[in-house]
């Protein structure tokens, strides 16, 4: 009878996050919302378990219902959950995108479904608090125990958690969703412009700068490609904390008059547009976006073996950009510098046809079934 009614009743979700800042996993839930809108069989609204963040404003303008409380990693403020327990009781699915322990595990008390979305590892280079271990390990209870359904981004992911304690038999890997852009115009024209000389071969990332992912790596292969060569530029599209040690490794190379920073900038496309080889040199990449954009704008990504979930997604296209040291990769801008076919419209198809596989709109309807799944 239940299930019959659901036919003619909207399912009430409600995605839980922990704040509204710049981030994958915000950017994500951003553009996941806003395709769930469209589906009449959906009632989404989104919970923020802190109230301030430069992504607020976005979210509110979505026109879903937003709430945003103010509970900090083990909050022993009892007001403040039975807040929270108040508002998710009024939802029929739980869909919780970052863990917060006690906030969490009380919402395991509510009638609602819940599915756990695990967006990224614990990987190389990330820093580490005293409360981790506590923290995992109550994350593996609330995962085996507490939640109906987890996804993973990837099959990296899943297979990270697994190793880690994680059995919950009702999973699935369900990839990010991208929301492509309609075109590659800058977007802000507030905002300057840097010049990129377009008769050059151009290599580049966007990225934030910091330590695991990995950019000096890619200036150090720019530094060996680069030399005899005139008409190169690498275009390093972003910012963080890693600038300063990045510009200062630039300027001991001696290739400053080859490089371009753009530092933060909204029009990442356009530069991304720019490039004819696109780089991503981290590691333990839960999922990699940022590549499916790039292919999506027919642009051959270069990863690194140990690159984990973006690494899986480039051997499912073009594996022979998968390099393994800071030399191969060098390598690789090689061949592409002396076989510009490898950048014509035959390829480039190719790569996008591939990124295509990644619509949000997919995205949407495995949620979607999921939620029916465990109703």
């Known amino acids: 009878m239940l299930n019959v009614l659901r036919i003619y009743m909207k399912i ?20 996941l919302t806003k395709v769930q ?28 219902k937003c709430f945003f409380l103010n509970i900090k990693p083990f909050d022993l403020d ?6 929270f327990k108040k508002i998710s009781l009024d939802f029929d699915i739980l869909h ?40 995992r390990m109550m994350l593996r209870n609330f995962l085996n125990t507490k939640v109906d359904y987890v996804t993973y981004n990837s099959h990296y992911t899943k297979q990270f958690w697994k190793e880690r304690g994680i059995t919950n038999d009702h999973n699935q890997v369900v990839y990010n969703g991208v929301t492509f852009a309609a075109d590659t115009a800058p977007k802000n024209s507030a905002e300057p412009i840097l010049p990129v000389n377009k008769n050059h ?3 580049g990332t966007s990225s934030r700068f910091i330590p695991w992912k990995r950019v000096d790596l890619l200036i150090r292969s720019f530094a060996l490609f680069q030399a005899g060569k005139e008409d190169v530029t690498l275009l390093l599209v972003g910012d963080g904390t890693e600038m300063d040690n990045l510009k200062k490794l630039v300027k ?27 780089v991503f ?4 990449e839960a999922f990699g976006l940022v590549a499916i954009e790039c ?64 619509n949000m709109e997919i995205t949407a309807e495995h949620f979607f079934n999921i939620y029916k799944e465990i109703l």
């Open 12 to 31: 009430k979700v409600l995605h839980i996050l922990n704040n509204p800042s710049i981030g994958g996993i915000e950017t994500f839930v951003y553009y």
């Open 37 to 64: 809108q469209n589906n009449p069989q959906l009632d989404i609204s989104l919970l923020f378990s802190r109230p301030d963040g430069n992504l607020k404003e976005m979210f509110i303008a979505t026109g879903v």
């Open 78 to 83: 009892i007001n403040k959950y039975a807040a």
């Open 96 to 135: 919780f995108h970052t863990f917060l322990p006690i906030r969490d595990l009380l919402a395991s008390r509510s009638g609602s479904k819940r599915i756990f979305t695990q967006h990224s590892v614990d990987g190389i280079g990330r820093v580490t608090k005293k409360t981790d271990f506590l923290k």
């Open 201 to 203: 071969f151009v290599i």
């Open 252 to 278: 001991e190379l001696n290739i400053e008059n080859k490089v371009t920073f753009t530092g933060y900038t909204t029009n990442v496309t356009h530069y991304q547009s720019l490039m004819d080889v696109c």
């Open 281 to 284: 040199p981290s590691t333990t």
């Open 295 to 358: 292919l999506y704008l027919g642009k051959p990504v270069l990863v690194f073996k140990d690159g984990g979930g973006i690494t899986e997604l480039i051997e499912k296209v073009e594996p022979e950009n998968v390099v393994s040291d800071v030399n191969a990769l060098a390598g690789a801008f090689d061949k592409y510098y002396q076989n510009r076919n490898l950048l014509s419209d035959e390829y480039r198809k190719k790569r996008k046809t591939f990124a295509e596989q990644f």
